[in-house]
């Protein structure tokens, strides 16, 4: 079955750390994304792409990079870990023709 | 500006109360609405969704939502709900033709057992 995984699960790390999240899809979608997840304001875009080569800027992208050299990964770069970083991060691909997502099991980052 | 915005954060509820949760969505043109369930521990899955067609659409576990263009809303109902159904449930939206999905804030449903 195809599926998006994402790793690590967990990760605790210090404040002005680099930190990358990995996304990897076995649907062959183009279009991927990454949201974060904070209590009180659901899920955020971060960064999408719509294909190889393709990066975007979401709504909260300060902080963050995505560079996608293949159809199946898409890393989630931190250049400096911040506390207000903390979170939960869900890593997305879409059917291009209904636009449903479908979602990683998210990875939890704890900025110390 | 594109938004969805979801009328209650948290909701408790007995096993076999109704349940109906609000959303909203501000568009332009046509979209694409979903609604995702997250249960405790899990990532989010896709409950149900609404195209085209019939505004009253079905999806898993019993759930239904109905989209009402004039009202700019899609709410999600359950006649009854279960214990198993504690989970948090988004609201989403996706301009037609377009690549980018807007959430809601979530709602976070606690059903006593």
């Known amino acids: 079955d195809a599926e998006i995984t994402q790793s690590p699960r967990h990760k605790i790390t210090e404040t002005g750390r680099q930190v990358t999240l990995a996304c990897h899809q076995t649907?062959?979608?183009?279009?991927m994304f990454w949201y974060r997840q904070d209590l009180g304001h659901g899920l955020r875009l971060i960064h999408y792409?719509?294909?190889?080569?393709?990066?975007n800027k979401g709504e909260v992208s300060d902080g963050y990079s995505v560079s996608r050299s293949n159809t199946e990964d898409l890393p989630l770069t931190l250049e400096s870990a911040a506390s207000s970083q903390t979170s939960v991060y869900f890593c997305?691909?879409?059917?291009?023709?209904?636009?449903?997502?479908?979602f990683g099991e998210g990875s939890r980052l704890t900025v110390l | 500006a594109q938004s969805v915005s979801q009328h209650n954060h948290h909701v408790i509820l007995s096993e076999a109360a109704s349940l109906e949760l609000g959303c909203n969505y501000s568009?332009?043109?046509?979209?694409?609405l979903f609604w995702y369930v997250q249960y405790p521990g899990q990532h989010l899955q896709l409950l149900l969704k609404?195209?085209?067609?019939?505004?009253l659409v079905k999806g898993i576990k019993g759930f239904e939502a109905e989209f009402i263009k004039s009202k700019f809303s899609f709410n999600l109902r359950k006649p009854s709900v279960q214990w198993s159904d504690t989970a948090e449930y988004f609201c989403?939206?996706?301009?037609?033709?377009?690549?980018?999905?807007?959430f809601g804030a979530g709602t976070r449903l606690f059903v006593k057992a």
């Open positions: 997305a691909s879409s059917d291009r023709v209904t636009g449903e997502l479908f």
């Open positions: 649907w062959n979608h183009n279009n």
């Open positions: 792409s719509y294909g190889v080569q393709d990066t």
């Open positions: 568009y332009g043109g046509t979209v694409n």
């Open positions: 609404y195209f085209s067609g019939d505004p």
């Open positions: 989403a939206a996706l301009n037609t033709g377009g690549f980018k999905t807007i």
